[in-house]
């Protein structure tokens, strides 16, 4: 009896050695594709948008490469989802991962090519993954007891995140900016407290932290320019009803007096709202939306500051840094709570005015401003001073450093060579080539900086069968060296 079709008529299907094929070649291409940039002397990428505009982003960094693909690979999907997951929960080492996970890829697909039933390679990288970390769990150094060392590992894993990013040649500024700004936080990890405001102009070595808030608007005519002492309501309200409005509202009269009685009754209704808001308490008046000028005269007359469409993401900050909550409606002003802080100002940075907010109620607040030369500088300058500051935020919560440049490869590598010595059967090849896969890495970074990676990868690997070995390879020399004593 013939089977019947069980798919659509537009569905494929492919089965055992042309399926694996594939998810390989997919995966490895995606591998190749990122591990240009890894590493200090890594190259960056330029992407263009298919849509409007034709955007272009100029980048380094993995996780941003990957979510601009659009790709069709089931593999290689995986392989991007890896990287978006480093990217949220870490925020640096993102083509790392997705490099490690393709050389290990890549070196299975040898071992079935020899005929080696993919369980056995599983379980042979499960073992292999096991010792690795256990290498690295032996050798970890905390310096949590020790403020002053542990201060000087953080500054040491800034420079390293930001080595290979395009803040690279101001690397001691920007390290220091990041550690400052995460010290400030406390061991929280909620970075929605430190804000990055761009501005061009200047160069990067501008770029500074202030402590407190500032929010990328002016303040209008007539109204107060410096504010102590503020009560703040922060609000997500219509404040443009003061004129009858064309689109969508008839109104039939018959004479033009009539007119004039609808607008006055509209700006009654807005006096009513403006002085419910005044009810309040309050010193300063932020708004999601546009104010017109009638309550904006107002507020000027009541010496009240009113802010108008301040962005969505700046206004949810404001309300977290000054201890408000946005609010919509103003009927009971004991149920709102407003934000305060100590001082609000008009400050300059570069040709624009912006408004700043010291001495706020959350006291580990704090942004960082920007300056460069174009907006792809500022836009990649961000992407990198955020891996920074995720990475720090995650190392005060977990202390345990290790060192860079190779050198956790390599020690990994070593036991692994040791495991596959003492497993019998075909397990042995999979750790083996599990290890070839970890040294992909030091491998790829020495190529990517133009030096002879076989030679120094074998220089490694010697120095490395030495008791207590900190080698690694040193881009920037061309050479191993102790990779503690590079900083």
């Not at 005269?297 to 009240?304: K, S």
């Amino acid at each position: 009896m013939a089977i019947e079709k069980i798919f659509k008529d537009d569905a494929s299907e492919e089965k055992g050695e042309r399926a694996r094929m594939a998810s390989f070649v997919g995966a490895i291409a995606i591998t190749d594709l990122v591990k240009t940039t890894l590493g200090p002397k890594g190259m960056d990428k330029i992407l263009q948008s298919t849509g409007r505009g034709r955007e272009v982003t100029v980048t380094n960094d993995g996780a941003t490469i990957l979510k601009s693909l659009h790709i069709d690979n089931p593999a290689a999907k995986v392989l991007i989802d890896i990287s978006k997951v480093q990217d949220n929960e870490v925020g640096d080492g993102t083509t790392s991962v997705v490099v490690l996970a393709g050389e290990l890829l890549r070196e299975a697909e040898k071992l079935v090519a020899a005929k080696i039933h993919p369980m056995t390679i599983i379980s042979g990288y499960r073992m292999a993954a096991e010792c690795a970390r256990n290498a690295l769990l032996k050798r970890v150094v905390d310096n949590k007891e020790n403020a002053e060392k542990f201060k000087s590992d953080l500054m040491k894993i800034a420079m390293t995140t930001l080595s290979s990013k395009i803040l690279s040649q101001d690397k001691e500024h920007f390290a220091q900016l990041a550690v400052d700004a995460v010290m400030r936080l406390k061991g929280s990890t909620n970075l929605e407290a430190i804000q990055i405001i761009k501005k061009p102009g200047g160069s990067l070595k501008d770029s500074f932290l202030d402590e407190g808030f500032i929010l990328d608007k002016k303040i209008g005519l007539g109204q107060p320019k410096r504010i102590e002492n503020a009560k703040i309501l922060v609000a997500n309200t219509a404040m443009d009803t003061d004129k009858v409005k064309i689109y969508g509202a008839r109104v039939r009269v018959d004479s033009m007096s009539k007119v004039a009685e609808i607008e006055g009754a509209e700006k009654e209704k807005m006096r009513e709202k403006v002085q419910k808001i005044i009810a309040h308490g309050i010193n300063c008046f932020v708004n999601r939306q546009l104010i017109y000028n009638f309550p904006e005269e107002l507020f000027a007359d009541a010496g009240i500051l009113a802010i108008e469409h301040a962005d969505f993401d700046g206004i949810e900050r404001l309300a977290l840094v000054t201890g408000g909550e946005i609010a919509s409606t103003f009927d009971n002003p004991e149920s709102v709570k407003l934000g305060h802080c100590k001082l609000i100002e008009e400050i300059m940075i570069g040709e624009d005015k912006l408004i700043h907010f010291s001495g706020v109620e959350m006291g580990q607040a704090c942004t960082i401003v920007l300056r460069g030369a174009s907006h792809h500088v500022l836009d990649e300058g961000e992407r990198s001073l955020h891996d920074a500051l995720c990475v720090l935020s995650q190392t005060v919560n977990d202390t345990r450093v290790l060192l860079g440049g190779g050198w956790p490869e390599m020690v990994m590598a070593k036991e692994v060579d040791e495991l596959a010595r003492k497993t019998p059967g075909k397990k042995s090849h999979a750790i083996e080539a599990f290890s070839r896969a970890l040294v992909a890495i030091p491998t790829i970074i020495a190529d990517n900086a133009g030096l002879d990676s076989a030679d120094l990868v074998a220089q490694i690997r010697a120095e490395h069968h030495k008791e207590g070995c900190s080698a690694g390879i040193d881009v920037i020399s061309g050479s191993v060296s102790a990779e503690i004593e590079l900083f």
